[in-house]
């Protein structure tokens, strides 16, 4: 497992969480101008599915987003996306993975797994571990995993010129985390209140942010779910624009988007898979189809009685996660 010294290096984000697709497809901009050039080239000209990991022509990329150093619960993942792609038709599905929801094998939430990875083995560990609990939710092997932390988040939205999203209802959250002024008193001084208006929104990184995190909005935004759709709509923004004519392009801005991911993200794909990556997403965008989301909300419940865990608040299957995994499968099959 290595730590990004560099674009090329380690590919994309989150998203939240989300910045795997379009970093990855940045890299043949630049590509030779790199030490790693050769690698690059030798995955540019193989086909995908000869260097990169999949089952049945499907491969998986969990996109996970922490907070990093600076934030309450640095190594906690705030954003989970499970991000599958069919080689074939290069239909691009995703899924938000809730992060109360309480994954028996470890006696925690799920959004833990990576901190009690890593305190056992590292960051190889951690993401490891990662890796397995959200394999138990959807059902789907994961092949690889990208993380990255939320300052090269707001970095790399600015570096691109900031995001385009619509905003689909009006929302305040009066209690936004502040971070370093946890312990703040009174407690007041530990939130700010954001306001976001219905309607389309040209968002800085920092806004982004906001948008993407907020967790106690008041009405149906104050939900996980309502939570997961923004995060995927800054995902999918946060594409659009890196692969523009206006971005892609342009050396200087991938040059700021380079930097903006400096020490930002951990990966476990390997240099020599990134042109594999790059002419994978190319195809995907080349197809004209858009990305799907899967949506597992309806499938989760909260349970009344928190005895058996630990009186937190969390989401289980209504059912079984048999059940989420079949839902799974359907969905991707279509």
Do not use: C
């Amino acid at each position: 497992m290595e730590k990004v010294k560099g674009l090329l290096h380690h590919p994309w984000l989150l998203t939240m969480v989300g910045i795997l697709v379009v970093g990855l497809a940045a890299l043949g901009v630049w590509y030779a101008k790199n030490r790693t050039a050769q690698k690059i080239v030798t995955g540019i000209v193989a086909r995908p599915e000869e260097t990169i990991k999949s089952d049945g022509g499907r491969t998986n990329i969990l996109l996970l987003g922490i907070g990093g150093a600076g934030h309450e619960g640095p190594d906690l993942t705030d954003s989970m996306i499970l991000v599958s792609i069919n080689q074939t038709t290069h239909k691009v599905s995703m899924i938000s993975i809730p992060r109360d929801i309480w994954v028996t094998s470890m006696q925690a939430k799920i959004n833990t797994a990576y901190y009690y990875g890593s305190q056992k083995n590292g960051v190889t560990g951690g993401l490891n571990l990662e890796k397995s609990v959200v394999t138990e939710v959807t059902g789907l092997p994961v092949h690889y995993v990208v993380m990255i932390d939320f300052n090269g988040f707001v970095k790399a939205i600015d570096a691109v010129g900031g995001l385009d999203i619509t905003v689909d209802r009006t929302f305040d959250d009066y209690m936004y985390p502040i971070p370093g002024k946890e312990n703040a008193e009174p407690e007041s001084a530990r939130y700010e209140h954001i306001h976001f208006d219905a309607g389309p929104a040209h968002m800085d990184g920092t806004t982004a942010l906001k948008f993407a995190r907020s967790r106690h909005a008041e009405g149906i935004e104050g939900t996980d779910f309502a939570r997961s759709v923004r995060q995927q709509k800054i995902l999918v923004a946060f594409k659009n624009k890196l692969l523009s004519g206006a971005t892609l392009f342009n050396f200087n801005t991938l040059q700021k988007v380079e930097n903006s991911f400096l020490g930002s993200i951990t990966t476990d794909i390997d240099a020599g898979q990134y042109g594999s990556f790059f002419k994978l997403f190319l195809a995907f965008e080349q197809s004209g189809q858009v990305v799907q989301p899967i949506n597992i909300d309806d499938l989760l419940t909260n349970p009344t009685n928190t005895t058996p865990y630990q009186g937190q608040w969390v989401l289980i299957p209504v059912k079984d996660w048999a059940a989420v995994h079949d839902y799974v499968a359907k969905n991707l099959s279509q």
